[in-house]
């Protein structure tokens, strides 16, 4: 399994970003996924989930009504759209595989999750 993060940098308070995320070495498309950040000190908080067929979605109170995630399975990859984005949302970005077929996680510890991407990093500054 590799998960491979892209698309993060630095913007302004305000901006927005896309990241995505590219699943191999599993049916992506049976799994439903996760994305998890760090901030700089803190610990790990669960952004947002979306199911194997991209038909439901599921926010954390930070990423409510800014964020947006989708999936494109015949491309094995996992996006996250970020608006409107604050100085709170810098940290590092990761997508999460969970162990079962059909579940969306909404955990953010390691231990609920199969695999893990090595991260990008959003940092949020003027």
């Known amino acids: 399994v590799q998960l491979v993060e892209s698309g993060g940098g630095l913007v302004q308070p305000g901006g927005s970003l896309r990241l995505s995320c590219v699943a191999s070495?599993?049916?992506?498309?049976?799994?439903?996924m996760s994305w998890v950040r760090q901030a700089p000190g803190k610990e790990l908080e669960w952004v947002s989930g979306?199911?194997?067929?991209?038909?439901?979605?599921y926010y954390g109170d930070s990423a409510k009504g800014r964020f947006t995630v989708s999936r494109d399975n015949t491309k094995n990859t996992l996006y996250l759209q970020m608006n409107s984005l604050k100085p709170e949302d810098t940290a590092v970005y990761f997508c999460?595989?969970?162990?079962?077929?059909?579940?969306?996680?909404?955990?953010?510890?390691?231990?609920?999750?199969?695999?893990w991407g090595q991260g990008t990093q959003v940092t949020v500054s003027s």
């Open positions: 979306i199911n194997s067929d991209g038909d439901r979605t």
């Open positions: 070495g599993f049916t992506f498309s049976r799994y439903g």
């Open positions: 999460a595989k969970p162990r079962s077929k059909g579940i969306v996680v909404q955990d953010a510890s390691r231990s609920a999750y199969e695999s």
